[in-house]
């Protein structure tokens, strides 16, 4: 199941989450029945149900506010994710607290960028000076 190979649950794992019998999934040969169904909502309320019905729309149902431009935050297995999609590219999960990471990694750069431009300014000025 494509929801196991993106949040790396075993499918073994979620069977037993959801009270699903041991190779239910990979058995499975038409929709669930509504009580299967009910026990894999009640515990993966992330999963959107068109998604999982009828193949439609994304696959979780993402809690849209902005991380960054162009980007999501969405909770899976009550690990917070960040969703985003690079100009050219598929989209990405990258868990939480290492986005939390990277962006203060990216405002750590900005800051020695800006302080390294008035650096230069202050240089081309004692140089301008000189001449």
Do not use: T
């Not at 999963?47 to 809690?63: A, C, H, Q, R, T």
């Not at 962006?103 to 431009?117: L, T």
């Amino acid at each position: 199941m494509e929801f196991c190979r993106m949040s790396g649950i075993k499918p073994g794992r979620f069977e037993r989450e959801c009270g699903l019998s041991n190779a239910y999934l990979s058995k499975l040969k038409h929709e669930p029945s509504r009580d299967k169904l009910g026990k894999i909502f009640a515990r993966y309320p992330e999963l959107n149900k068109d998604w999982l019905l009828n193949g439609e729309g994304p696959m979780l149902n993402v809690v849209h506010y902005p991380a960054m431009e162009g980007g999501n935050e969405l909770l899976v297995n009550d690990q917070e994710y960040y969703v985003g999609r690079p100009a050219g590219s598929d989209e990405v999960l990258i868990p939480r607290d290492a986005w939390e990471v990277i962006k203060k990694q990216a405002d750590s750069f900005k800051e020695r960028d800006e302080q390294m431009n008035r650096v230069i300014s202050l240089l081309e000025k004692q140089m301008d000076k000189g001449k």
